[in-house]
């Protein structure tokens, strides 16, 4: 089956808002010639062809309503990637071995309201019951985003937005959780919100997005209380219009609408730029070279920098919340040079990119305990991917099936002690 737009939407990497650039427009998903040069040639070593069929670790299929094959709870800090599932089973068999073998414990993947629920009432679960049997196949805990509405639910459809009624949205949650309780371990709910194309169109609104949050935290509650619920991820962005808000003024907002009470994680993003993890948020905000010379404020600049996260913390602070935790949804480092990119000023190599990574774990591990949790690199790539979407120069494999071409980003993750 072709990929819906969901995905597509889903794979959009909406780390960034460049105020030097404005919104872009999603890359075509294309499949495309093999990868080039500056990618980075893969060696004899690193490519392969992908030979399905070895057994997993895990029994294949769990009894339905089983508890999460390994501990749920996230370890300060935890390993995740974010993944590709839906569509093809044997991808996603080859991709969550691949997760395994690294040591990773998490997988963050897209549970896309649109695509199980077409219209309202029918479920089509055929897709998330087999990608959820492959998860615990292979012992590894999932981390659901949950979001994109049916056309029946409003919200500008074909754009994502939240829907006409919050009901109708809860009623989702409240099915997807009865069917996946004790299995899935944690729900994000929305993505990057404190964008208008992520929100209808309209302008990001943090009280509204504060009370669909407070409605999904108690329909999955009330199914799986020991669930964790997720606030949804929010873009670093210096914008500050009807198209975008930043993110520490959003999650202010979120804060004034009451929202402490209805997530047990906050979620952030924490994109690196074009600098290494341990580059402190001052010294990036003063820099011009490191923040694109971007003309807004010294407080906004300081977005350009996995540190960032910092900041997200600094408010949860201010605002009486130190004892939770936070859920790093989205991080990592692009190698885009391609002439035209407007991610290309912030490319590294595909050598930085991959002690970048393993960097930002080590950082976390000696400056972010105890609040940190589970920290999910971009990208397990969707296998459509092409050399024409930018979101390809985010991963850590090269995409593509049957053929697997390794990146030095997954061969440091996996040799990285955990």
């Known amino acids: 089956m072709a990929p819906s737009r969901a995905e597509r939407l889903a794979t959009f990497p ?4 460049l105020a030097a650039v404005g919104l872009l427009a999603g890359a075509a998903r294309q499949a495309g010639p093999p990868a080039p040069s500056y990618l980075g040639t893969p060696s004899a070593s690193t490519s392969m ?15 339905a309503g089983a508890a999460p094959p390994g501990s749920a709870r996230m370890t300060s800090p935890d390993y995740g990637v974010q993944t590709f599932l839906f569509w093809r089973e044997e991808v996603a068999d080859r ?9 990773f414990r998490w997988v963050k993947q897209e549970f896309a309201w649109r695509e199980i629920e077409p219209s309202p009432g ?9 990608l959820m049997r492959q998860v615990q196949a292979y012992g590894l805990n999932i981390i659901a985003r949950v979001g994109v509405q ?7 459809y074909p754009d994502v937005g939240p829907p006409a009624r919050t009901h109708d949205f809860v009623t989702f949650l409240a099915a997807l959780a009865d069917r996946y309780k004790g299995r899935i371990a944690a729900y994000q709910i929305w993505n990057e919100p404190n964008l208008a194309r992520e929100w209808g169109d309209t302008p990001p609104d943090p009280h509204v997005y504060t009370q669909l949050l407070k409605a999904a ?3 999955i509650k009330a199914v799986d209380p020991r669930a964790y619920v997720i606030s949804a991820g929010l873009a670093p962005t210096t914008r500050s219009d009807a198209i975008a808000m930043p993110d520490t003024i959003f999650l202010q907002g979120m804060y004034d609408a009451g929202a402490a009470p209805y997530f047990d994680l906050l979620g952030v993003h924490g994109a690196g730029y074009k600098v290494p993890p341990e580059t402190p948020p001052e010294v990036v905000a003063t820099t011009p070279d490191f923040n694109n010379y971007d003309p807004s404020s010294l407080t906004l600049k300081r977005i350009y920098c996995f540190r960032h996260v910092e900041d997200m913390r600094a408010v949860m602070v201010a605002n009486g919340d130190a004892a939770k935790r936070v859920a790093l949804l989205e991080f990592g480092w692009t190698t885009d040079n391609r002439a035209g990119s407007p991610y290309s000023w912030h490319a590294v190599t595909s050598q930085q990119q991959a002690d970048y990574l393993v960097r930002a ?15 999910s690199l971009i990208y397990m790539p969707d296998a459509a991917w092409g050399i024409n979407d930018e979101q390809t120069y985010w991963s850590i494999i090269y995409p ?19």
Not at 400 to 418: E, F, I, S, T, V
């Open 14 to 17: 909406a780390l960034v808002i």
């Open 49 to 63: 062809r992908w030979q399905p069929g070895a057994a997993p670790t895990a029994p294949a299929t769990p009894p």
């Open 95 to 103: 991709d969550l071995r691949l997760v395994q073998q690294a040591g």
């Open 122 to 130: 029918v479920y089509n679960w055929g897709q998330s019951d087999r």
């Open 150 to 156: 049916p056309e029946w639910a409003g919200g500008h």
């Open 217 to 219: 935290y108690q329909a």
């Open 361 to 375: 774990y080590q950082y976390a591990i000696d400056h972010w305990r105890p609040w940190i949790a589970v920290m």
């Open 400 to 418: 593509g099936y049957p053929d697997l071409r390794m990146r030095p980003a997954y061969l440091a993750l996996k040799q990285m002690p955990k």
